[in-house]
């Protein structure tokens, strides 16, 4: 861990068995007030109150602070140096039970200005406010100023975050059942054996750990599988392109006037081939498209963008599309001056989807697209006057392969919806939609103005 270090945000001392309440719970307020997660705040409060138990017990204590630091990829992380009063066993220190490593991202001895510290870090969400000076010095305010809640208070809050984990992966291992009745067992008897508050503590910090490392490896194998299934949409994708590629040719070349005559059954099945074969050209570039969103290899190129030449190209672009008579296509110039941080080709192509699905699903009527700022964001809009969507498949229409029934208006892959959420998602924005049958729909799409 590297970087400017600032003062620290609360110190405190470890001495005897009730410190360890006072310093798990402390522990878990400033990885709260810094911004760390729900889950994060109680791995840190969990590994803490297992490394201040271990340095009681061989050193008689520790001196603790809690400082937010940086790290050598310059993200902020809440970082905890626990002083022994003591010196440490020739082994140096390991912790008690293995799986503590687990739940920080770093836990090590090492020498602070001729001091021997044990250190641990957790980084803090990049979502998370930002660490500034005055910042820090509020929360060194406001942290200074709380009164630590009693260990009993501590205990019982800590039983409820263990529930809370047993629900979540419940699913997974039904012996947590019996485990979850031993906690409600435990929690009914707290008043009449508060005498034995430290043993049942270090009983509970055991399936704690227990319990979140397995947490850890079962996001690990979702993680895996989710990446086993963009290689395999990846890989199908290309093998499959070039075949259709070849076969879009070929047909080409039976229809072309420079070859042999066909007879008008023939030339109506070549066509029917190479229709047929563009249709599943388009399936594979759209699951090629999206295995890429979900694999994380599209890295949205910053820069800034005007909406006002965005806009025009697509007008210009898709202005071939409306073919229907009936179907008007308007594209509004945005309230100059129209820019944005953003990725023009992403964004671009976010918007070409929306209108191309308007422009293929309206009959009659017109398909608008519009851009407005609302305060420190763009809120881009694109309506039509199609049937369309009944309340209920909003959310649907964004899942994979998914098409709305009884839509005689056009056909599709499924895909493009959901690849335009995800790459909305990858620049920083959102991506709605408002709908009623027989009243068209209207996508929003809002972005920030000065990039994620």
Do not use: C
Not at 114 to 141: D, F, H, K, W
Not at 171 to 176: G, K, N, T, W
Not at 319 to 343: C, H, K, N, Q, Y
Not at 428 to 436: I, Q
């Amino acid at each position: 861990m590297t970087g400017t270090v600032a003062a620290p945000l609360l110190q405190m001392a470890l001495r005897v068995e009730h410190d360890i309440f006072l310093v798990r719970q402390r522990g878990r307020e400033v990885a709260t007030a810094v911004g760390l997660e729900h889950q994060d705040q109680v791995r840190i409060a969990t590994a803490l109150s297992e490394v201040a138990r271990d340095l009681l017990r061989t050193v008689g204590g520790a001196d603790v602070a809690f400082y937010a630091a940086g790290t050598d990829e310059s993200r902020p992380a809440l970082r905890i140096d626990l002083a022994p009063v003591g010196p440490l066993p020739g082994t140096g220190y390991q912790p008690q039970s293995g799986a503590v490593a687990r739940l920080v991202d770093s836990l090590d001895v090492t020498t602070d200005e001729g001091v021997t510290v044990v250190r641990m870090s957790r980084r803090i969400p990049a979502n998370a406010e930002a660490l500034t000076p005055q910042r820090l010095a509020e929360l060194r305010t406001r942290l200074g100023s709380t009164a630590p809640g009693t260990a009993l208070d501590e205990l019982a809050l800590q039983n409820e975050q263990l529930v809370a984990a047993l629900d979540e992966v419940r699913s997974q291992r039904d012996e947590l059942a019996v485990l979850n009745e031993e906690l409600q067992e435990t929690n009914r008897g707290v008043l009449a054996l508060y005498g034995q508050l430290s043993e049942e503590l270090e009983e509970t910090n055991r399936g704690v750990v227990a319990l979140y490392a397995e947490l850890d490896e079962k996001s690990a194998q979702l993680k895996a599988a989710s990446e086993s299934k963009s290689r395999f949409l990846a890989n199908v994708s290309h093998e499959l392109r070039a075949p259709v590629t070849a076969i879009i040719g070929l047909a080409r070349l039976l229809a072309d006037s420079a070859s042999d005559p066909l007879t008008s059954e023939q030339a109506r099945q070549v066509g029917l081939i190479r229709s047929s074969a563009t249709d599943l050209l388009v399936l594979v570039n759209d699951l090629l498209d999206l295995a890429k969103a979900e694999s994380g290899r599209i890295e949205p190129d910053w820069a800034d963008v005007d909406l006002r030449v965005v806009f025009g190209q697509l007008r210009g672009t898709l202005r071939a599309l409306a073919t229907r008579p009936g179907v008007e296509l308007v594209v509004e110039d945005p309230p100059s001056p129209a820019t944005i941080r953003s990725d023009e080709a992403l964004l671009a192509r976010v918007l070409r989807n929306l209108l191309h699905n308007g422009l293929k699903f309206t009959e009659r009527g017109e398909v608008r697209m519009r851009a407005e700022p609302v305060d420190d964001r763009w809120r881009l809009v694109v309506s039509d006057t199609g049937p369309g969507i009944a309340p209920e498949l909003h959310e649907r229409i964004f899942e994979e392969f998914y098409q709305v029934p009884g839509s005689a208006t056009g056909t599709g892959t499924g895909l493009g919806l959901p690849y335009a959420r995800r790459l909305v998602n990858l620049l920083g924005g959102t991506l709605e939609v408002a709908s009623e049958p027989g009243r068209g729909s209207t996508f929003t799409v809002t972005l920030p103005a000065g990039g994620a």
